[in-house]
Nanobody, 126 residues
Framework: QVHLVESGGGSVQPGGSLRLSCVAS????????TAWFRQAPGKDREILAA????????FYKDSVKGRFTISRDSNKNKVYLQLNGLQPEDTAIYYC???????????????????WGQGTQVTVSS
């Protein structure tokens, strides 16, 4: 069982930045692909970015490329999502999720993510 805890959300003005953190409380992310998702009110959950267990391979949704950056720390127990250039349409609850994988791949279907955090709220408004 893997328990994930997100933090770092908050309220910022348009153009602002936040750094979200996802910590595995009981196990490391070794050989786990980890991703960040978000869900805005009335909208479907969408994947934003994913990182393979080595950190070498990453995936980004087209709309966040160049603004958001996913990374993991050297001991692979934390995964981060740097959010830059935030806009009101980025307002949502942000979730991290992870799943054990047999290869160092960043591509995992959303339905296959096994463990999810409770989410952290990001609000962008002036």
């Amino acid at each position: 069982q893997v328990h994930l805890v997100e933090s770092g959300g908050g309220s910022v003005q348009p153009g602002g930045s936040l750094r979200l953190s996802c910590v595995a409380s009981e196990r490391t992310f070794g050989q786990y692909t980890t991703a960040w998702f978000r869900q805005a009110p009335g909208k479907d959950r969408e994947i934003l970015a994913a990182v393979s267990w080595t950190g070498v391979n990453t995936f980004y949704k087209d709309s966040v490329k160049g603004r958001f950056t996913i990374s993991r720390d050297s001991n692979k127990n934390k995964v981060y999502l740097q959010l830059n250039g935030l806009q009101p349409e980025d307002t949502a609850i942000y979730y991290c999720a992870t799943v054990e994988v047999p290869t160092d791949s960043e591509y995992v279907p959303t339905v296959d993510y096994e463990f999810w955090g409770q989410g952290t709220q990001v609000t962008v408004s002036s």
